[in-house]
């Protein structure tokens, strides 16, 4: 899993909100300075980070080298 940190993105920049519409979608926002997405989009609702656990991934293993028959 890539870090927020690692990206250089300071995470209090960064929330996660959800929408009462039906189905699995993922829309990313920039919202400039001074906006408010809560406010700007509407039918969100923040996520409260506290009760969100976080989820341990584990790498997928590595294939063997292909090789070619001669």
Not at 24 to 45: I, N, R
Not at 47 to 54: I, N, S
């Amino acid at each position: 899993m890539i870090s927020l940190q690692e990206k250089g993105i300071d995470a209090t920049r960064v929330s996660v909100a959800t929408s009462s519409m039906d189905g699995q979608k993922v829309e990313d926002y920039l919202v400039p300075a001074g906006a408010s997405f809560v406010a700007d989009v509407q039918g969100t609702t923040p996520v409260d980070k506290a009760a969100v656990k976080p989820q341990l991934r584990k790498p997928l293993g590595t294939k063997p080298a292909h090789k070619k028959s001669a």
